[in-house]
């Protein structure tokens, strides 16, 4: 994780490693699309105190008649394509963000993230078997990485 301040925005570089389980992929390789949440808190280092939140979202499909895969992501416009899986958790593992109209005064702060499958965009049916079945939790535990604004 690297976090830069560049005046009002926070510029954030955070690599990660993504894996879905069998059950995922063997529904998204089905035809289900698979939405991932990005949550991104920026706290106050000596209280604590939340100061700025982001939710992301990324979606995964599978073209089966291209057999290629398409990430959107809220940063393009349109959708990748990719010849394989692995090339679109690739690209999630290794983010660049930018969180703008952040106005924090100089001191310790502190950047959150966490990642997760959401499960109510999945089909009506999918939801309550997603709910009980441990294999469709992909819910990362939120991580924290300290950071500095310089005056």
Do not use: C, K
Not at 40 to 65: C, K, S, W
């Amino acid at each position: 994780m690297d976090v830069r301040a560049r005046g009002t925005s926070l510029q954030v570089r955070m690599d990660q490693e993504l894996r879905l389980s069998r059950p995922a992929t063997r529904a998204v390789r089905n035809g289900v699309p698979l939405v991932l949440e990005l949550d991104v808190e920026v706290r106050d280092g000596a209280n604590l105190t939340l100061v700025a939140t982001e939710q992301q979202q990324f979606e995964i499909r599978y073209l089966p008649m291209s057999e290629h895969w398409q990430l959107e992501t809220p940063d393009r416009a349109a959708p990748r394509t990719y010849p394989r899986l692995r090339h679109v958790l690739a690209e999630l593992s290794e983010l660049r963000l930018t969180l703008d109209a952040i106005p924090l005064a100089p001191g310790d702060y502190e950047l959150r993230t966490r990642i997760r499958l959401d499960l109510a965009s999945l089909p009506a049916p999918m939801q309550l078997p997603s709910l009980v079945n441990r294999t469709w939790r992909h819910d990362s535990d939120w991580t924290q990485w300290p950071f500095r604004i310089n005056a």
